[in-house]
Every structure is written in structure tokens, then in C-alpha cells.
């Protein structure tokens, strides 16, 4: 009977240390109505998660790396992104040929009436850019929009991606309220795992006169406007060579 307590006893406490270990690597984040992001740096990767006008649930939950999931609804417009962070000084060529290799259990609703996007995303300043390579979407995407300037396409990783160009006025960006340019790559076959070359985009986009900026972040994307959904990266890296 005294072996049979002790061998109840060591489980019970390693499954403790199991419980606390798991919970030690990830931290969850949900936006309250007094704020609409939360932003830092953990594991040597940028995170962000913004919630316009603090509406509806928005969180998002760090592991390990560069791993993230997070979940949103009824909400005007959710971002979570995770990845490399840079002070604005210098353009991506000055910094190497950018990659991201990744796998994403991605669930956004089907719902009408909403949209979401699974992309590599980020900002670049003088000019002031916000860049997207969209590899899965719903419902809508933005050469649906009327301002959509179709600027042309790129055969690469597996598929051919439309280049589009969109201004947005007057909208919320990394300087604040101001008028900016959009530029998005858009998969044709959509995928939510697999390798994407970020610098193939990068330099198509400027051959076709999509100047880019100075760097301010190259990250991995969900987005969700007027709906629901969740997701979890299984695997994510976004590094430079």
C-alpha cells in the first residue's frame, strides 16, 4: 500500500509540472473595451493584436517561437500578427531576402456579410505602405474593390499571385489617422500551409512601380472584419537569409 501512494503521488506531481510548464510557454491576451491593441516583443518575434473600436471578443494566445493562435467575433476589424520587427531605417534589400515557411489550422466563419484573410502582412514608411501576400481568404478579398488597380501578377511557389494597388483614405495605420497606399499579392490557389518567398513579392512589386519604404514589420496575419473565427499556427517561421 505504501508503493501504491508513492507512485500516485509521482504522477500526480509530474502531471503538475507538466500543467505548469505547458502554461509558462504561452501567454493570452484579449483586447478590453478600454484600448483597441496590445503590442510587444517575446521570443525575439513583434506581436500585435488590434481590435477596432474594442468591439465584439478579440484574443490572441503566444507560444513557443513564433507560434500564435488566437480567436474573434462580432467584431468591426481583428489583426493578430506575429513577426519581425524593424526601426524604419532601412529598406529590405539592405536587410536580406526575406522567407516565411508556415502551417495554419485556419477557421474563419463562411458567414456572408463578413471577410477574413490569412496573409503576410506588414508597413514600410516613406513611403507609408501596407503590404499584404494573401494566402487564404473568404468571402471577399480587394480586387473586389472598386478602387483596386490591377497592377499584374507573379508566378511563384507553386502558384500565380494578382497584384493589386488600393488607397485608402482618412484610415487607421501605424502613424495614425492618414491617407495611404495598399499593395496585395493574391494567391489564386489558396493554401493555408507551405513556403512563401516574401522577397519575390518585394522586389515584383517595385518592377511594377510599387515603391517600398523603409521597413517597419514583416509578420504572419489573420485578419477578420464583421464575423467570427479562429486559428492556430502549427508552424511558423519568418526569418531572413
Known sequence: ????????????????????????????????????????????????????????????TLRKGALFNGQWSNVENYLARRGLSYNQTQEHQEIGNFYATYDCNYKPSSKAGGNSYLSVY????????????????????????????????????????????CTRI?????????????????RRDKRNRGTINISEHFNKWESLGLDMGKLHEVSFVVEGYHNS?????NDLDIFVK
Do not use: H
Open 229 to 233: 473565427g479562429k486559428f492556430s499556427f
Open 1 to 60: 500500500m505504501k508503493k501504491r501512494f508513492l507512485k500516485v503521488q509521482l504522477i500526480s506531481f509530474s502531471a503538475l509540472t507538466l500543467f505548469v510548464l505547458f502554461n509558462s510557454c504561452s501567454q493570452t491576451f484579449c483586447i478590453k473595451k478600454a484600448s483597441e491593441n496590445i503590442e510587444g516583443e517575446r521570443d525575439g518575434y513583434r506581436y500585435e493584436l488590434w481590435n477596432q473600436n474594442s468591439q465584439g471578443k478579440a484574443c490572441m
Open 170 to 186: 482618412n484610415q487607421p495605420s501605424i502613424v495614425g489617422i492618414t491617407t495611404f497606399s495598399q499593395y496585395f499579392s493574391i
Open 122 to 165: 506588414g508597413w514600410t514608411i516613406d513611403p507609408l505602405i501596407e503590404f499584404y501576400i494573401v494566402e487564404d481568404w473568404r468571402n471577399w478579398m480587394p480586387a473586389m474593390s472598386k478602387d483596386a488597380i490591377y497592377k499584374g501578377a507573379l508566378n511563384v511557389n507553386g502558384s500565380i499571385y494578382d497584384i493589386y494597388e
